[in-house]
């Protein structure tokens, strides 16, 4: 059964960091493309970044580039998301996804709240 | 960036009776690959996101066939043929052809 689990998130300050993780099981996580999206309070749906196999290729929605870093460990069957420089427009539910041209298999997502 | 624009923001349903969602995008979302990477998603409280089509009309492993999907270049249209009570949720189109990847404003469907 493939299997997402996010955590990491939780409360951060403005300006602060935080590095948010996902671990997969259940498929070969080294031959499938992975995503951040997020849902903030009351909005729908965005697209965060997304990386292929070896973490060679990276893109990312304009708003994060520079602030957010998305990486891979395909020992650890794990992908994360570094966030720095957070701002209050970064709360959301962040869901790791498997994922190339569509999201197949989705975690529950992890809530990152970004206030003083 | 594609903006993906859904319609109705909200749709009252009787269980039993069909529902379609409509999803238009600003730029045709048929790519240099020749395919069209248009999916749909539903939102459950309490759930993860769920693939319910890719690739414009393909259904997801799972899925009920009360689900289908429907539409070409700009326009498409995600219908239930029978709303059932588990189906309440929020549904979202997305674009992948081009980066950034995009998510239609979301649609709720409720039962009246």
């Known amino acids: 059964e493939v299997q997402l689990v996010e955590s990491g998130g939780g409360l951060v300050q403005p300006g602060g960091s935080l590095r948010l993780s996902c671990v997969a099981s259940?498929?070969?996580?080294?031959?499938?493309?992975m995503s951040w999206v997020r849902q903030g309070p009351g909005k729908g749906l965005e697209w965060v970044a997304n990386?292929?196999?070896?973490?060679?290729?990276?893109h990312y929605v304009d708003s994060m580039k520079g602030r957010f870093t998305i990486s891979r460990d395909n020992v650890k069957n794990s992908l994360y998301l570094q966030m720095n420089n957070v701002r209050a427009e970064d709360t959301a539910v962040y869901y790791c996804?498997?994922?190339?041209?569509?999201?197949?298999?989705w975690g529950r997502g992890t809530l990152v709240l970004v206030s003083s | 960036d594609i903006v993906m624009t859904q319609t109705p923001l909200s749709s009252p349903v009787t269980l039993g009776q069909p529902a379609s969602i409509s999803c238009r995008s600003s730029q045709s979302l048929v790519r240099s690959d020749g395919n069209t990477y248009l999916s749909w998603l539903q939102l459950r409280p309490g759930h993860p996101p769920r693939l319910l089509i890719y690739e414009i009309s393909k259904r997801f492993s799972g899925v009920p066939d009360r689900f289908s999907g429907s539409g070409a270049g700009t326009d498409f249209t995600l219908k239930i043929s029978r709303v059932e009570a588990e189906d309440v949720g929020v549904y979202y189109c997305m674009q992948a052809t081009e980066f950034p990847h995009t998510f239609g404003g979301g649609t709720k469907v409720e039962i009246e």
């Open positions: 996804a498997r994922y190339l041209y569509y999201g197949d298999y």
């Open positions: 259940g498929f070969t996580f080294s031959q499938y493309w």
């Open positions: 990386i292929n196999l070896d973490g060679s290729a990276r």
